[in-house]
T-cell receptor, first 115, second 114 residues
Framework: GAGVSQTPSNKVTEKGKYVELRCDPI?????LYWYRQSLGQGPEFLIY????????DSGLPNDRFFAVRPEGSVSTLKIQRTERGDSAVYLC?????????????FGEGSRLTVL | GENVEQHPSTLSVQEGDSAVIKCTYS??????FPWYKQELGKRPQLIID?????GEKKDQRIAVTLNKTAKHFSLHITETQPEDSAVYFC?????????????FGTGTRLLVSP
């Protein structure tokens, strides 16, 4: 596609439920990132993939959060036993290469609300 | 780890005025400093970036300056227009580690009044 695509755009769930958020990066982009943006804050790094492997997952807040990218393209962020504090916009971004010179292209985000 | 502070949190200007947003960073190894514009409910979009081997960069009405010694960088927008109204985020990263683990500031809401 022309840009980074994220689904769903909005997700409302109840505390304790399981959620999956999907990211489809720009075709040909090898690097994929997940960020989380809380209201009134800047995006916070969660995890980075180079190809299929998670090269850095140091931003994941705890073991309820997990992400995969099995074929090196689409990625899924998985959140178990959701808590109200997980409510935020989850942004996915991709870049052409892993190098530090590549522009990050963000998706529109998935807004997660945990009731 | 890196910490990026940004100010002001809100900035109101009249159309045609200049706007300046300032950021400081803590990690002296950071060498890549992008600025993103985010309109309400939209994705962040890169508007300009600067690397540590450059002190200033301009792109039409937008310029960014970097002072590595003081560890601060600034965004300058001249001849502001109502469509410049948005939230602006600065960020910093160690680009040469192989990926861009961007650390963002808390954002500046710019309002340009006609």
């Amino acid at each position: 596609g022309a840009g980074v695509s994220q689904t769903p755009s909005n997700k409302v769930t109840e505390k304790g439920k399981y959620v999956e958020l999907r990211c489809d990066p720009i075709s040909g982009h090898t690097a994929l990132y997940w960020y989380r943006q809380s209201l009134g804050q800047g995006p916070e790094f969660l995890i980075y993939f180079q190809g299929t492997g998670a090269a850095d997952d140091s931003g994941l807040p705890n073991d309820r959060f997990f992400a995969v990218r099995p074929e090196g393209s689409v990625s899924t962020l998985k959140i178990q036993r959701t808590e109200r504090g997980d409510s935020a916009v989850y942004l996915c971004a991709s870049s052409r290469s892993a190098g530090g010179t590549g522009e990050l292209f963000f998706g529109e985000g998935s807004r997660l609300t945990v009731l | 780890g890196e910490n990026v502070e940004q100010h002001p949190s809100t900035l109101s200007v009249q159309e045609g005025d200049s706007a300046v947003i300032k950021c400081t960073y803590s990690d002296s190894a950071s060498n890549y400093f992008p600025w993103y514009k985010q309109e309400l409910g939209k994705r962040p979009q890169l508007i300009i970036d600067i690397r540590s081997n450059v002190g200033e960069k301009k792109d039409q009405r937008i310029a960014v300056t970097l002072n590595k010694t003081a560890k601060h960088f600034s965004l300058h927008i001249t001849e502001t227009q109502p469509e410049d109204s948005a939230v602006y985020f600065c960020a910093a990263s160690r680009g040469n580690t192989g990926f861009q683990k961007l650390v963002f500031g808390t954002g500046t809401r710019l309002l340009v009044s006609p």
